[in-house]
């Protein structure tokens, strides 16, 4: 800050101008940077006294800048100013019984010429700060501002925002597939959308993921793995902006959530199920485990079962060029011989197998009923669009 008028020898008051430089990123960091709009604050500081006006006249080179813009910094009722060919004038009047101990009154926006490297504004002698006590006390001096020029006028030195849209309460706990959706906005050069990183539940998700959906300023989120049951889980995320010029500005933000006491389901099916349907997907695919065991399901039922099932072999995408083999080979009364053999030479059954086949055919059965869902509403979806036509 430099010091442009000072009373003598009584010292009731001075005035400077600190001129706002740019982020310490963007060099020359501690100049003006030329052919730019610049600011600087207009300091008042009383010695003491109580201050009931204060009239300040700036001069300065039209040559070498244009005062583009004033604005107050104090309370907008008590100020006034105008701005001349050469000159702008300052006005406030201090309603309150208070000392002005170095306050902001005003910010003055000013642009220079691209090669300029110096130039001066003077507090013309007409300026004075009045007294409570009426004495008048005049104001003078001069300040110079040095200028460099600099790489760009206005550089994005405000990283983005991010907020949590889905779920909109973190402290609520959270089903075992939720899904999240974040608004992501920057008022700067926009979001790199190259930049993003998701820590999530020992998962490391990067833009150009699979699981990471943008929808203008939307980025929805979707973990690739269900979250274990009642356990606190944190999401970090990051983002930076498209400032490129000394370096660009980045956002981190966390988030903390509780997940369900029990297997508790947004969707009732699994991350990767669920991503295929509400993309709409043509096929849901099966294992090659299910495949084998609907070929086996196929071997058992009559011929016009087969015809519907095999129907279902297409969506699902299983393999049935051995179909017909597979027919001859596990048929249904080999299938049945096979199950009365292994009840007779062993009456004991494993408990872990029953286990695996009753969990893989519930897994079966939620992939054909979701599918045959998707079917249905993909069906009212065609009606509605014929009918509105």
Not at 179 to 189: A, L, P, R, S
Not at 207 to 224: E, H, I, M
Not at 324 to 343: G, I
Request: with cysteine; hydrophobic share 45%.
């Amino acid at each position: 800050m430099v010091v442009l008028g000072i009373i003598a020898p009584v010292l009731a008051a001075n005035v400077s101008l600190d001129p706002l430089y740019m982020d310490a990123r963007f060099m020359p960091a501690n100049m003006l940077h030329a052919g730019c709009i610049n600011s600087a604050n207009v300091m008042f500081q009383s010695q003491g006294d109580e201050v009931e006006n204060v009239h300040l006249v700036f001069s300065y080179l039209p040559k070498d800048i244009q005062i583009v813009r004033l604005a107050s910094t104090a309370d907008k009722s008590l100020i006034n100013y105008n701005i001349d060919y050469d000159s702008f004038v300052l006005n406030y009047a201090n309603q309150h019984d208070k000392k002005l101990t170095n306050v902001s009154l005003f910010q003055v926006y000013f642009k220079s010429l691209d090669s300029l490297t110096s130039t001066v504004l003077s507090l013309q002698t007409w300026s004075y700060a009045l007294l409570k006590n009426g004495k008048k006390e005049k104001l003078t001096g001069q300040m110079s501002f040095s200028f460099a020029k600099g790489m760009e006028c206005e550089p994005d030195e405000v990283p983005p925002v991010i907020a949590l849209i889905s779920p909109q309460d973190n402290k609520e706990k959270i089903p075992l597939d939720r899904y999240f959706v974040f608004d992501i906005k920057d008022m700067g050069k926009w979001v790199d959308k190259q930049s993003v990183v998701i820590d999530f539940a020992g998962e490391h998700y990067i833009a150009g993921s699979q699981y990471l959906q943008r929808n203008g300023d939307y980025l929805v989120f979707y973990p690739k793995t269900w979250l274990p049951i009642a356990t606190g889980v944190t999401l970090d995320i990051s983002i930076s902006d498209l400032q490129v010029y000394g370096w660009a500005n980045e956002i981190k933000k966390s988030f903390t959530f509780e997940t369900a006491d029990q297997m508790s389901l947004l969707n009732d099916v699994n991350p990767e199920m669920y991503r295929k349907i509400v993309n709409k997907s043509v096929n849901v695919f099966a294992s090659a485990p299910e495949c084998r065991m609907l070929k086996q399901l196929y071997a058992e039922i009559d011929t016009t079962s087969q015809k519907i099932l095999s129907k279902v072999f297409d969506k699902l995408a299983c393999d049935t060029s051995d179909l017909a083999n597979f027919v001859q080979q596990e048929s249904a009364e080999k299938v049945h011989a096979a199950s009365l053999s292994a009840l007779g030479s062993d009456k004991k059954i494993s408990v872990l197998g029953v286990l695996w086949w009753v969990l893989f055919g519930i897994a079966l059965m939620l992939k054909l009923h979701y599918y045959v869902a998707y079917r249905k509403h993909k069906k009212m979806a065609e009606e509605l669009t014929v009918n509105s036509l």
